[in-house]
Structures are given as C-alpha cells and as structure tokens.
C-alpha cells in the first residue's frame, strides 16, 4: 500500500485554493502561460490554459470570446486596486476589485472574458447569459471552470455578481459546484464532511473518483488510484482518488 504524507506547508497551493476576503494568497503560480493564443500579455497556470482552449474549441468560439484579464501580480492588484479608487470610489471598488493578495488573480487560476465588441471595460466586461457566452458557460464545468461569483451569493463570496469572472478548480470538482450552484466556498466547507473511510463518490461519462477532505499533517492511503491533492488555502487538502468503479 503507498502513503502520502500531507505537510501543512501544502495547503496554500493547488487548483481548489480558496482565495478570499478571509484568506488570502499565501503562494505564487509556478507554470504561467498565454491564455489564448494571440493575446501574449495575458496568462494563466499552463493546467488551466488547456482546458480553457478546449472549451473555445467545443463551442467554436472562435475569435467571439477574448480574455481581459489574467494572472496578476502583486503590484499590478494593488495598481488596479488604487486606480479604481481614484476613479470609481470605495463602494464601486469594494464590490468589485479585491485587496492586493486577496485576489483570485493573484492564483492564475482565473480569468475575465469578454464578448469581442470595441469597448470591452476592463473591470466589468460584458459576458451575457445569452448566445456565445452562455455556451462558454455552460460547456465551462466539464473543463474545470466555475462562475466564480454568482448573483444571490455576494454575501458568502463577497463579491458583487460578476458574470465574466471564472475560476479553473479543475474536473470533477467543477461538476459538483455546477450541480449544486455552490461557491467554492461552500464547496470547501461542504468537503469537509467527507473522509476517506467515507468520501464522496462522484462519476461521470465512466469516469469515477473519491473526493475526501484531509486535515494538514495526515498520511493517507492511495492504493494503486491515481491520486490528485490540492489545499484548500485554510486548513487542509482536498483528495482526488481517480478509477474506483461504481459499486
Ligand atoms: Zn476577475
């Protein structure tokens, strides 16, 4: 049987981190890469550009979708940060552009998109529930993407509903935040209840994986499953165990 020890200095990196008002980003991306072909300024974590370019491609996108925002470092948070202030005001900046280290971009884990038209604002692209954009939307999930912040869960997210704004946590964990329309932070919490005497099973086109949470500092077993971990940035991990069969 093989074991993996699970060290708490490895909880604030993965594809589930949890980045938030409450907690903020405590790691930097390792793999950055151009989110879509032809717009070089913007990046993403290489795992999340793949599966983003297969959604433009199963939706034949093609040039109707463009990315607005990436990857940001720290000082360039904290230069949109400051300029909204100036510009917008506090109320504005606070629904919608997050503190320096407290912003999902920081990850390189998400990304703004916009409908191509010639004025695409940078802090609220329109991204409609209608046509090319909902098709993104729907197909997302399957890929490993969520709509980050929903309407009707600013109080849990603590970011006012921003249609554009979508966050790669990687499949099947897309899935079940899709089905259930949870947050990812209700999708953390809701983890936790699952250990792996008795995880969470989820299964889709044939494909089936265990889903445990695991406090920091616990040795777990994988067996012979391929075994995917990620923290979730506040207390522990997330545990992937891939090819259990359906009982
Ligand atoms: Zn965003």
């Keep these: 049987m093989k074991t993996v020890v699970l060290e708490r200095n490895e909880i604030y990196t993965g594809s589930l981190i949890l980045v938030n008002a409450e907690y903020p980003l405590r790691s930097t991306p390792t793999d950055l890469a151009p989110a879509v072909t032809g717009f070089a300024d913007i990046s993403m974590e290489r795992c999340a550009v793949e599966q983003l370019q297969l959604i433009l491609d ?8 463009v990315p607005v925002s990436g990857y940001r470092s720290k000082a360039e948070q904290t230069a949109i940060y400051e300029n909204s202030l100036k510009q917008n005001g506090p109320d504005f ?3 919608y552009v997050a503190l320096p280290d407290h912003s999902e971009h920081q990850t390189g884990l998400a990304i703004d998109l916009a409908l191509n038209t010639d004025n695409i604002d940078f802090i609220r692209p329109d991204f409609p529930y209608s046509g090319i954009c909902e098709e993104f939307r729907k197909a997302a999930p399957e890929f490993g993407f969520i709509e980050r912040y929903p309407a009707g869960k600013e ?3 603590g970011i006012a509903h921003e ?7 990687g499949f099947p964990h897309s899935m079940i935040i899709a089905e259930k329309e949870f947050t990812l932070e209700e999708y953390t ?5 699952f250990r792996q ?3 969470l099973s989820y299964s889709h086109k044939g494909i089936a994986a265990e889903i445990f949470y695991a406090p920091a500092e616990t040795e777990i077993s994988v067996n012979n499953a391929v075994c995917q971990v ?10 992937t165990l891939w090819g259990y069969k359906n009982a």
């Design 155 to 157: 109080n849990i997210t």
């Design 93 to 95: 900046t606070q629904k």
């Design 58 to 65: 199963e939706i034949g996108a093609g040039n109707m979708i």
């Design 163 to 169: 249609p554009w704004h979508f966050r790669y946590v």
């Design 197 to 199: 005497e008795c995880p």
């Design 230 to 239: 990620s923290g979730n940035n506040t207390d522990g991990f997330v545990v």
């Design 189 to 193: 919490e809701y983890i936790k209840s």
